[in-house]
């Protein structure tokens, strides 16, 4: 972990090493039959999600006691948003492919600081890469102790894009933003992490979900990351992600993650489907940090 230049040094070391341990725990898990529960719009969530988060929020709590946490599957869902630094935690990201015994899936930390992402980190516990970047600090990807620098590709017409999306998360209106784009390239993966990552390595150019499906522990640790390697994630109207509202977990507005290049075309083509989620925001009620 040498090298960095971050004031978010001690942060960074902490929160590579709860990903990795909690990496650890969903490995013992996997190809395993596991009690399964369902959340809301029918969201699988197993006994291998809380123990892998019960490991992050131990390590957190005791590291930096005075910070908020926002974890998908505690119970607390509100009291995050009064605290200047948060952390969003998802234990287990793409939680279909892990009980599918697919490797797509991840351990997510991201931290908030005013309201903004400023570290995030995206563990994949099968090949053991840990994706890292933040404000003031370089976006690698982490393996056995060696550095991989992240660096996006320069693509900027979004027909010649290399689409990542999802294998479970399909809807006719995230085929009609598909064809809207006009990417013929794509490949499918579970995490929005991994599809982050997979971005900012530049791998792939493009992630499009216009479903407002998506919550604040998904997005906040891969936009840090992908901040940090040069890329660009907002909603679908280019407006930033808003991490400020325990009303609001939802990120309604949709979500497009790029390159960087390629993202102001891409938005004009999704303008359509945009103006559609703006109608679902309608009635937002105001921040408690505005208040």
């Not at 604040?216 to 109207?237: F, N, V």
Request: aromatic share 6%; hydrophobic share 45%; charged share 25%.
């Amino acid at each position: 972990m040498s090298g960095a230049t971050s004031g978010l040094d001690a942060e960074l070391k902490l929160a590579v090493a709860a990903a990795e341990a909690a990496g650890a725990v969903l490995r013992g898990y996997f190809g395993q039959t596991v009690t399964i529960e369902h959340k809301d719009r029918g969201e699988p969530v197993s006994v291998a999600d809380r123990a892998a988060e019960a490991v992050i929020l131990e390590r957190l709590r005791d590291a930096f006691p005075g910070d908020g946490v926002l974890a998908e599957e505690q119970a607390d869902r509100a009291s995050w948003v009064h605290y200047e630094r948060a952390w969003l935690v998802d234990p287990l990201d793409g939680t279909r492919d892990f009980l599918a015994g697919r490797e797509g899936f991840c351990v997510m930390i991201g931290l908030l600081v005013g309201a903004r992402p400023v570290l995030g980190v995206v563990h994949a516990p099968l090949s053991g890469l840990t994706y890292c970047g933040g404000v003031g600090l370089p976006a690698f990807a982490l393996h056995a102790g060696e550095r991989e620098p992240l660096r996006p590709s320069a693509v900027a017409d979004p027909a010649q894009a290399r689409l990542v999306s999802s294998y479970s998360h399909r809807s006719a209106r995230t085929e009609a933003a598909r064809a809207a784009v006009g990417a013929r390239d794509e490949q499918r993966l579970g995490s929005v992490g991994l599809k982050v990552a997979a971005i900012a390595r530049g791998e792939r150019d493009l992630y499009v979900n216009p479903d407002g499906h998506c919550k604040l522990w998904d997005t906040c640790a891969p936009e840090a990351l992908l901040a940090a390697a040069g890329g660009s994630m907002t909603d679908l109207r280019g407006r930033a992600l808003v991490y400020d509202d325990p009303t609001r977990l939802r990120l309604e507005g949709g979500i497009v993650a790029s390159n960087g290049h390629c993202h102001a075309a891409v938005l004009a083509r999704l303008a359509p489907f945009a103006g559609e989620a703006v109608v679902e925001q309608q009635g937002r009620a105001p921040s408690p940090r505005s208040s």
